[in-house]
C-alpha cells in the first residue's frame, strides 16, 4: 500500500491537468497561464531534486558525467518554459482581418500591389501552378512578375504563356534576397507580397490582408502557412493522414501568435505583404545572410515597424518531400539563425528592440542548441551504463515522486499548450530525427560562419521505388545500437547480484539506478526505432499531388450510360471516384474513354479509366485526363488550390492516441513484417484473377 503513495503526485498533477483542460477554452490566457505555471513548480521541484539529491559523486570521473548531463538536462528542461510563460498571451486577429476586408471590397482604401514569385530551378509545373493561383487572386489593383534567377529560357516562354511580367538579372549574387532587390527597383506597387515557386494563394489573400496597411506602423504581415503535400516522416511512417505537418503546425499555431502579442512575428519568407516604403529605409531585403526574411523582419522592428501574424490558411506549399530535402531545409535555418551572431542586424545589439523582443529572439536561438543537447544526450547516456557508471543515484520511490509527475504533466497539456497541433511523443521523435543534422549546421557555422551559401530546397521529386537514407541515419543507428546493449547490460546487471557490486556507485541505490536505467533506455529505443523507420523513404510515384476533395461529378461512358459519383481524391493529373453502395454499375473496362462533368466548376473534361477498384459493396474508378487546355487547366487548379477556405485545420491524434499510434508503427513495420509479406504474395494471386476476368490492370 506504501507504495502506491509514491503515485500520489503523478495521479494528483494527472487529474488537476484534466479539470483545467476541461473547464477552460483551448485560447484562454488563464488556462494557459495555470497549466504553465503547474509545469514550471514541476520542473524547479524536479531539478532542485535532481541536483541535491541524484548527482552520482563516487569518483571524480563520475562526478564530472553526473553534472553534465544534469547541466544538459537542466537547459532541456528550462528552456522551453521562456516561450511557455511568453505564450500564455497570444493575439488572433480574424476579427480585424473581418473589419479591414470590407474596407478593401468598399474600395475605402485600394493601395497597388506587386506580388514576386522568385524562382531558380523549379519545375515548369510548380511555377504554372503558382502563377495562375496569383493571377487568380481577387484583387484589381495587382501585377504579377515572375521573377527568374535562373535565366531559363522555358520560364520566360511559361511568363509569356500564362500572360505574367518576366524578370530576369545578368548577375546572381546574394541568392533570393538579391533577386528581390534587383524586382523591387524595376517595380512601383505600394505594397509587395512574396510567395515562393511551390506556393500558391487563395483568392482571398489580399483582400483579407491589404487592410491591414491603413494602419501607417505597420511595416510587414504574414500569413500562416499550410501545406498541401504530405509530410515526409509522416508518409514514410504511413501516417500521412494522422499527423498532418507536426513542427511546421507547432510553429505557426503556438510560437507566431506569441510573438504577434509581443511584436516580434517571424517572417517566412513565403505567403507574406510588406510595405514597400518600410522596405527602403531598411535597403531592401537582407544579403548578409541565408535568412533574408528572418533578418529583414528584424531591421523593420529596429524602425519601429509592426510586424503582425494573421493565423489563416491563405495559401500553401510543399514541404520537403524527402529526408535529404528535410534536412537540407533545417541545415539551412539553423544557419540563417547562427549567422545572427556575426551580422549588423544581429537582434541581441541592433537599435531599436525592446525588452521582450530581444528574449524571444534570444529564445528562438536558444531553442536551436537543444539539438546538440539531445546528440550529446543519446551519446553519453547509454555509455553510463555500458561502462558500469550511472549517471544519477536515487532510489525507485523518490524517482517515481519527483520526475514522473512532471513527465506525465508534461504529457496531459503539450497537446493543448500547442494548440492541439501535434503530441509532445511526436515532437520528440522529429527532434531526434533532425538532432544531428541540425547540430552539425549550428557547429559549422559558429566554427566558419557564411560558409553555406544559400541552397535551395529541391522540390517536384518523384521516386518509383522505396529507399532506406542509412547513410543519414548512421548517427541514430549507432544510438540505437549503443542503447539496446546499455538495456541489455543493465539486465543482466539488475539479475546477477554478484554483478551489481562492479557498479561506481553506492550499493544502496544500485538496484534503482539499473531500473530507471531500463526505463529510459526501454523509452529510447522505442523513440529511435520510429525515427529510424522514418529513413525508410516510401514510393513517390505520383508528380502531382492529390488532395482529399469531395465534389460531385456526372459520367458518361460510350456516349450514352450516365452515371452519377463523387470524388474522394482530386488532382491536375486525375480523379478517384467512389459510388453510393449497391449502386449499379454496368462493366467498366482500363482504358476505357468517359465524359466527366464537375457539377460545382461547371467544368467538362474527357478522361481515361485507369483503375478499377472492388471494395466491399462499392467500386472506385481512377480516372486521368488525358490533355487539359490552358482554360480547362486554369479552372482546375483554380478549384484545387485556391478556393477561400480549401485549407482546414486538421485534427491531429492527443498523446495518448499518438502513443498507441507509434506502437503501432513499430509493432507493423517490424514484429509483424515477416508475415505481411506472405499475406502480399497471397494477396496478389488474388488480385491476378480478379484482373484476368475484368481485364483490368494495375488492381
Known sequence: MNDFLYLAPTVGVFVFGIIILQFFDKKSPLGRGILVSVFFLLTVRYLLWRGFYTLNLATKLTTAISLFIFILEFITLIVPHFELFLGIKRNYRHQEADFWEATVKENQYSPTVDIFIPTYNESIAILRRTIIGCQAIEYPHKKVYLLDDGNRKEVEELAFQLGCNYIAREEHQHAKA??????????????????????????????????????????????????????????????????GHPTEECSSRLNQPMRDYYNSVMCYGSSFIVRRSAL?????????????????TILLLGKKYEVIYLTERLSAGLVPENIPALFRQRMRWAQGTMEG????ANPLTIKGLNFHQRIIYLTGVIHWFTSISILISLVIFPLCFIFKMPPLVTNVHDWLSYFLPLMVFQFTIFYRICDNSTAKIVADIYSLILAFPVSLAIIKTLVKPFSGGFKVTPKGICTDKAIFRWNLALPLIYAFISTLSSLIICIYLLFNSESVNSLIVELRFAYSSLEIGIFWNLYYLILLTVAILAFVEKPQKDFYPWLNINTSINIKINNNIQLYGFSYSLSEKGVKISFPDNYSLPLIKHDSTVELHFNELNLTLNGIVKDVNFRSRKVDLLIEYPQLNLSEYRTLVEFLFCSPHRWQTKIVPNEIQSILILLNVVKNKILLFPFQKKQNKLGRYKHLSIKAELDIINY
Open 280 to 296: 527602403n529605409e531598411v535597403n531592401g531585403f537582407y544579403t548578409d545572410s541565408v535568412a533574408e526574411d528572418y533578418f529583414t
Open 341 to 344: 551572431f556575426f551580422v549588423s
Open 178 to 243: 538579391g533577386n528581390l532587390n534587383h524586382a523591387l527597383k524595376l517595380t512601383n506597387g505600394d505594397l509587395v507580397t512574396v510567395f515562393d515557386a511551390d506556393f500558391v494563394p487563395c483568392k482571398n489573400f489580399l483582400t483579407r490582408t491589404v487592410g491591414f496597411f491603413q494602419k501607417p506602423e505597420l511595416g510587414l504581415l504574414q500569413t500562416h502557412q499550410h501545406y498541401y503535400n504530405q509530410d515526409t516522416v509522416a508518409r514514410n511512417l504511413g501516417l500521412e493522414n494522422i499527423l
